[in-house]
């Protein structure tokens, strides 16, 4: 699923992404040469239903940069993108999901921005991506995220073994592991923690037959002992124990 949504992503004729955030960075190149850090008007703030328009107070547009403003933002970075919402300048997306679903809509499509990408296309599209492909995008923008903390919680480890006072090495490992605490939340909000398939197998591997003999799933795997067996039980095999036959 990551893999496919970096496919998507660098993909000119599809995701787009890869045109405005070359290799999930914040330089764009579109249309032949680079743009360095570049503003557009995405059309971010012409999307319904924002959260905090939604409440009773009146919101100001943001009309971008310069004075008065010309509509435009710039391209953010999103190698860290997918632990950093709510999303866009005005929060105006909370999830990743979300955020990639936006350059499917009308309000990015119609925007500037949306209308030079369709203008480049020799099907004159703009932005059209499918719900599977969505996920698959956001998928891949989770997992950069997360070798991103990984890289940086293996820095912190290496500098908290060549400090010598403990107290700064305590604060390096606790910095470290917020870090994998940061892989383990983004991975997770996208269902993609691979504990969690682990954990089902366990289940499996748990579960028992009509005679009581532990099921072959888990193979070397000792049978659990009565109050084991009664706690796995109690908790969440419950209903399901005695379907596997
Ligand atoms: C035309 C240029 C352009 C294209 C194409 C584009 N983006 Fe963006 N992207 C931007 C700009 C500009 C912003 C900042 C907009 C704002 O804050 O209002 C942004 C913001 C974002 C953000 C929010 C980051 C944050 O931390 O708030 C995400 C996520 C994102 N883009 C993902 C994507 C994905 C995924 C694609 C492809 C489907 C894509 N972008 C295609 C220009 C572009």
Request: aromatic share 4%.
């Amino acid at each position: 699923m990551p893999k496919r949504g970096q496919e998507i992503f660098l993909d000119n004729k599809l995701g787009k992404c890869n045109l405005c955030h070359v290799n999930a960075g914040a330089t764009a190149n579109l249309g032949g040469g680079s743009l360095g850090n570049a503003n557009f008007n995405t059309g971010v703030e012409d999307l319904p239903d924002q959260p905090a328009r939604l409440t009773t107070q009146k919101v100001p547009r943001d009309d971008g940069f310069r004075t008065p403003g010309d509509g435009t933002f710039n391209v953010p970075p999103l190698v860290e993108a997918a632990d950093s919402g709510p999303f866009f300048h005005n929060n105006a997306i909370e999830t990743i999901e979300g955020a990639v679903a936006f350059y499917d809509g009308e309000a990015f499509n119609k925007s500037p921005a949306g209308l030079a990408l369709a203008k480049l296309d020799p099907e004159g599209k703009g932005i059209e991506l499918d719900g599977t492909q969505i996920v698959a995008i956001a998928a891949f923008l989770r997992v950069i995220n997360v070798l991103e903390n990984i890289r940086q919680s293996i820095m912190l480890l290496e500098a908290s073994l060549a400090v010598s006072s403990s107290a700064e090495r305590a604060r390096l490992l606790t910095r470290a592991v917020r870090e994998t605490d940061d892989s383990t939340r983004v991975l997770t909000g996208g269902g993609l923690h691979a504990t969690l398939s682990l954990t089902s197998t366990k289940h499996d591997a748990w579960r028992t037959g009509p005679s009581g003999a532990t099921s072959s799933v888990g193979g070397t795997r000792r049978r659990p002992s009565r109050s084991r067996r009664k706690r796995e039980h109690s908790s969440s095999n419950e209903g399901r124990e005695r379907r596997d036959i």
